[in-house]
């Protein structure tokens, strides 16, 4: 499955980065992850911290799937707002929910400081305006139910959102906690940090075939070779539906445009990042080197190889930034467009599946799915302990109807 296309702002913007060898030989392994994306190098991660020796293979070139196209907002919302969690899955769950994602981006920023790479994390703010006046209410109910819970929201006027954020919209929810990392520099990172502590690392090994059995788990790949495990990570994002006998993933297309650099002048208020209420919702980042990415107009995926929709769609954003504000002079610089996953509760499925013992899933679906690799991360390393941690129950395959 071809994942995004090849121009994307993480590959263009990374130069240079480590290229692993594929598996030429049968080999042993304590837990082996496939996957060398965000999902599997956070696992990963954790794990060895933990004391497990790992393994990683890809098919492709490390970190080069969904992690490459990977716009890397951090926010603790999930996709489903918290209202409507509540109605979908109970007052309880929603909101431990929230919390452990709210949480995650901690987490998250420790990461980066342990792996020396602490300047990648960038804290920021959320502000997500109302798509239309009648929003609102929405977003008052949701400031309230997210207050509840100790989290820092408050509403913004028209007038402060024009001030400070270039927006005219009748309101906002402002979140004092987010943040934006490069998901690919971050992931190779772990990976140099992982091979270095000892774990073994090979692309272009896929994983064709695995057998359960009563002491681990044996793994055939494409090329012939054999990998004997104790334990099992599939962390492969959205291609780990294959290795399911059930599905549970929805599969669509997002689209994302980039701009030239700025001047600083052009900014808004501590750069937050920019969302709407409307389902798809366009979003507004900016990066490092002083540019706008503005993503959104997603649609379902249709099966179809390739992106022809791209043209037309990084035309759309651009007019929709240009309407969103007018008075930003930006030239255009390139787009791309990527396939994501989504869940009809817009939480993740983390742990084990009946009848694959061994094995645990880390599949971070939704518009945060950095951060549900975070919990994925905390929940598989406890799993393999013996023990049992906040989400195991929440995240797991169990509500598959």
């Not at 969302?275 to 959104?296: M, S």
């Not at 995926?301 to 022809?308: E, L, N, Q, T, Y």
Request: aromatic fraction near 10%; include cysteine; charged fraction near 25%.
């Amino acid at each position: 499955m071809q994942l995004h296309t090849p121009q994307t702002y993480s590959l263009l913007s990374s130069g240079s980065v480590p290229r692993y060898a594929p598996l030429s030989q049968d080999i042993d392994a304590e837990v082996l992850v496939i996957g060398t994306g965000i999902s599997g190098a956070l696992t990963a991660w954790k794990l060895q911290e933990a004391g497990f020796s790992c393994t990683l293979i890809d098919r492709r070139e490390a970190a080069t799937g969904s992690t490459a196209a990977s716009t890397s907002l951090l926010q603790y919302e999930i996709d489903t707002p918290l209202c409507t969690l509540s109605d979908q899955i109970g007052s309880k769950a929603a909101d431990e929910s929230y919390i452990l994602c709210h949480e995650a981006i901690d987490r998250l920023r420790q990461v980066c400081v342990d792996a020396g790479t602490a300047p990648l994390f960038e804290p920021r703010h959320s502000v997500q305006w109302a798509s239309k006046p009648a929003h609102l209410k929405k977003l008052k109910e949701e400031a309230a139910r997210r207050k509840a819970l100790g989290i820092d929201v408050h509403l913004l006027g028209s007038d402060e959102l024009q001030r400070d954020y270039f927006l005219n919209k009748a309101g906002a929810l402002f979140s004092s906690k987010a943040g934006q990392i490069d998901a690919y520099r971050l992931t190779h990172t772990l990976l140099a940090g992982l091979e270095k502590s000892g774990a073994h690392i090979y692309a272009h090994t896929e994983a064709a075939h695995i057998e359960w059995k009563t002491k681990g788990v044996t793994v055939q790949t494409t090329a012939g070779n054999r990998i004997r495990a104790r334990r099992l990570v599939i962390a492969c994002g959205y291609e780990s539906q294959r290795y399911l006998p059930k599905a549970v993933e929805e599969l669509y297309v997002t689209y994302v445009m980039l701009t030239e650099p700025l001047a600083p002048e052009y900014f808004w208020k501590e750069r937050a990042l920019l969302w709407e209420t409307a389902r798809p919702y366009l979003y507004v980042r900016t990066t490092p080197d002083d540019r706008i990415i503005v993503g959104g107009r997603d649609d379902h995926w249709d099966g179809r190889p390739g992106f022809a929709k791209l043209p037309k769609k990084a035309d759309g954003l651009e007019a929709d930034l240009r309407a969103l504000m007018p008075e930003l002079g930006f030239r255009r610089a390139y787009s791309w467009a990527g396939i994501f996953a989504g869940t009809k509760d817009g939480l993740p499925y983390i742990g084990k599946f009946p009848g694959q013992p061994h094995t645990a899933y880390a599949l971070g679906f939704g518009g945060n799915g950095i951060l549900f690799s975070v919990l994925a991360a905390d929940i598989i390393t406890a799993a393999f302990n013996g023990k049992k941690t906040r989400g195991s129950d929440l995240f797991s395959f169990n509500r598959i109807k």
